[in-house]
């Protein structure tokens, strides 16, 4: 969902973005779109704010228009790698492309470096958190509110184009390379426990992180 027509804000005047991020199948394209319809019923009669945008799965369109498959991230380190690398420069132009309204993120360019630090080694995942672009990611992301989806819950599901895991394993080691990953680059994050598996509390549980952020800007 775009911006409200006449809401063009200043970027520091903007409420914080919010990432959801986390490895595959743990609900952050559901948690998005129920965000995105709280905030379109929520802010409509606000006048002062612009609704967000919703940048949804940017991996899912690398993936498709560069035709890569999911089984290239574990059969080839040279195209998993590539594939990583394309997917930061995709999200960060996305991002940089909503200057002037703020933004609901399906995944984050994060994800992609946790991705290669699994399926392609810990120094290669390093390499693609060089340069001037990766630090204005980080910069963005320490500015905003990060929620990281923990596994475990119902969402493993194969859509035939996403990677799954082969194990429940595999599953949590993903996840923890997000948490390594974030801790090194001093993001602050919370964690969404697979256990609220209500949709309606899991909206609650990014808005209450969402206000507390608002609140730390503002004073």
């Not at 965000?35 to 019923?41: D, I, N, S």
């Not at 498709?64 to 059969?75: K, L, P």
């Not at 933004?103 to 390499?127: F, K, M, N, P, T």
Request: hydrophobic share 40%.
């Amino acid at each position: 969902m775009a911006a409200t027509e006449g809401h063009d804000q200043k970027p520091e005047e903007l409420p914080p973005n919010i990432y959801i991020i986390g490895a595959q199948s743990t609900g952050k394209t559901t948690l998005v779109t129920a965000l995105g319809e709280y905030f379109a019923q929520t802010l409509e009669l606000v006048r002062s704010m612009s609704q967000p945008h919703q940048l949804k799965e940017v991996a899912r369109g690398v993936l498709i228009r560069h035709q890569f498959t999911a089984n290239d991230i574990t059969s080839s380190k040279t195209r998993a790698l590539e594939l990583q690398r394309l997917i930061i420069q995709a999200q960060a132009a996305a991002e940089g492309a909503l200057q002037h309204t703020w933004y609901i993120a399906d995944r984050s360019a994060l994800d992609a470096v946790a991705y290669a630090r699994q399926y392609v080694g810990e120094v290669e995942a390093r390499s693609l958190r060089e340069g001037a672009v990766w630090q204005e990611i980080e910069d963005k992301m320490r500015a905003g509110v990060v929620v990281l989806c923990e596994p475990g819950g119902e969402w493993l599901i194969d859509d035939g184009v996403r990677l799954m895991p082969r194990d429940q394993a595999e599953w949590f080691a993903l996840h923890a390379h997000f948490q390594v990953l974030l801790a090194e680059c001093g993001i602050p994050y919370v964690v969404l426990s697979c256990s609220v598996s209500l949709l309606r509390q899991r909206v609650e549980f990014v808005l209450q992180a969402w206000t507390q952020k608002q609140k730390q800007r503002w004073h």
